[in-house]
């Protein structure tokens, strides 16, 4: 019991660092994008989000192969085996070595001949738009010979570097996008080179505090077969499954640019940024939770994984309902206040995206203790085949309605179906886990409580025409009503009894 109680009072320690850093990162993200889309202007900025897709998505597959990493790390933390530690971060140094270095030879034919040939880009950008696409594959490449040692920062549970370091970083994007606006030559060009040189800086500081910090950390000579077959086998499966959603997020906005051009693709961009902002709230509590469900795993406490699972989700999902409802009715009057020039389309595409934020958020937990199990291999044939899917799907639906609504309402769809895998494969990776309390104590009080929290909304944005007091009013109604219903009929005593202790340990009663 005091080892869950440790384990619980880490996370909230964690989650709050986390949200600290996100909300001033946030705050200085809004304004930056909004510096950004000026100075580059509409089509530029859409030229950045389809040649640059790999910026953009590169988050995406780093924390895929981090999770992969951070997996074998933690688990070895959580079995308190500091040898075996020092050999896993040695073989995954090599294997990410490895990846990034057929990453270039691909990018450099392959990819290099996709933007140059197949792309729609304006007459008299493509110089431009490889250089983005260059920085890109400079900073993808060393993203991925970083990921060991991000695994590494997320397995010790040193969540203050990574909120530190992030308001440091958006400060510095902040910068640059005041020397861009202020620039005489091409803005698009110097965009894409200054970012990718501040990424590289970070991650180079991330090294060297990791080498300063973890004794694992640093690589030696070892080569253990079994260790890395099975390595390999995981980052692999891994990698399977976030190259096909890369592949997927990057084709719609392919076929977006082939359908609808740069334009559209500048509001697809905007509407991904808020939704990948919006997107953070969750992302925090993901990370907190994470090494504790894995180490959980590691020792065989089951019921303690379940806990977590169940614990994690729901506030996942009420953090989503309570930072998306609020958004998706002012939509328009927030883009306005937001941004010099609304590119159109992006608020119709950033309200479907959200709704995707609500369905996906039940999926977080219940990857994570797939992940921890390490059997990952039909978890990831499975999505594979899934979002290969959506993208032929969404194809189909643009060429039938040449509507970019209902192709991005077409993958919406697509995101309770996801549900059900993850749900039937954990069941049957651990006979423990209970789909049916999954189903009946998670999903359909946090799905009930979402429906309830839309129509209150939706009524008080029909009652109220002013935007700015709709907003306020929906904000605080909402939240008011998703803690009441979250205290009282989500959450079960013993976290109404926690919640308790710690009010009154901070009142002083």
């Given amino acids: 019991m005091k080892e869950e109680l440790s384990g619980n009072k880490l996370i909230a320690k964690n ?3 986390l949200y600290i850093r996100m909300f001033i990162t946030m705050a200085i993200s809004f304004y930056t994008s909004r510096i950004v889309l000026q100075a580059l202007g509409v089509s530029d900025y859409g030229i950045y989000n389809v040649v640059g897709g790999t910026i953009v998505l590169i988050d995406v597959l780093v924390a895929a192969l981090g999770g992969a990493t951070g997996r074998f790390l933690t688990f070895a933390l959580g079995k308190k085996d500091p040898e075996n530690l020092k050999k896993i971060f040695s073989t995954a140094a090599c294997i990410h070595l490895g990846l990034a270095f057929c990453f270039v030879i691909l990018a450099e034919t392959v990819g290099l001949w996709f933007v140059n040939t197949q792309l729609v880009i304006p007459e008299g950008r493509m110089v431009a738009a490889n250089w983005v696409y260059q920085a890109a594959v400079i900073n993808f490449a060393m993203g991925i010979t970083q990921t060991p040692y991000s695994a590494s920062i997320t397995s010790h549970e040193r969540m203050s570097v990574f909120a ?13 996008a005041g020397v ?24 180079i500081y991330y090294r060297y505090y990791c080498i300063k910090h973890f004794e694992e950390c640093h690589i030696t000579k070892v080569f253990d077969k079994h260790l890395l077959k099975e390595m390999l086998a995981f980052s692999s499966w891994s990698m399977l499954g976030s190259v096909t959603l890369t592949l997927k997020n990057q084709g719609v906005s392919i076929l977006i640019n082939r359908f609808f051009g740069t334009l559209m693709n500048a509001a697809a961009g905007v509407a991904l940024q808020v939704q990948g902002l919006l997107y953070a709230f969750t992302g925090n509590i993901k990370v907190a939770f994470n090494p504790q469900i894995i180490k ?19 506030f996942t999902a009420l953090v989503t309902t309570l930072t998306t409802i609020p958004f998706i009715f002012n939509m328009d009057f927030l883009m306005g206040l937001w941004l010099k020039e609304v590119p159109q389309g992006s608020v119709v595409i950033c309200q479907i995206l959200l709704f995707a934020n609500f369905f996906n958020s039940f999926n977080t937990f219940v990857n994570s203790a797939i992940v921890a199990s390490g059997k990952i291999k039909n978890l990831n044939i499975s999505l594979s085949i899934f979002y290969v899917a959506i993208l032929m799907g969404t194809y ?6 040449h509507s970019y609504v209902w192709a991005y309402v077409f993958g919406l769809i697509g995101c309770p179906l996801s549900t059900i895998v993850y749900i039937v494969l954990l069941k049957r990776i651990m006979p423990s886990f209970s789909a049916r309390a999954f ?10 409580t ?12 029909k009652s109220i025409s002013n935007p ?8 605080f109604a909402c939240s008011t009503f998703v803690i009441m219903v979250a205290y009282f009929f989500v959450f079960d005593q013993n976290v109404r009894d926690q919640v308790k202790a710690f009010i009154k340990s901070k009142i002083g009663k």
């Fill in 15 to 17: 989650a709050t660092m």
């Fill in 164 to 176: 530190y370091i992030s308001i440091i970083n958006a400060l510095c994007k902040l910068g640059i």
């Fill in 180 to 203: 861009v606006l202020i620039y005489s030559g091409d803005h698009l060009i110097l965009y894409g080179i200054l970012l990718m040189a501040l990424a590289v800086s970070f991650r």
């Fill in 296 to 314: 959980s795993y590691a020792i065989s406490s089951f019921e303690r994984t379940n806990e977590l699972i169940g614990l994690g989700t729901k």
């Fill in 396 to 401: 189909v639906i643009l060429k039938l309605t």
């Fill in 439 to 448: 189903l009946m104590k998670t999903y359909f009080p946090l799905f009930c």
């Fill in 450 to 461: 979402a429906l309830a929290s839309l129509g209150l909304a939706a009524f008080i944005a």
């Fill in 468 to 475: 700015l007091l709709s907003f306020l009013t929906i904000a």
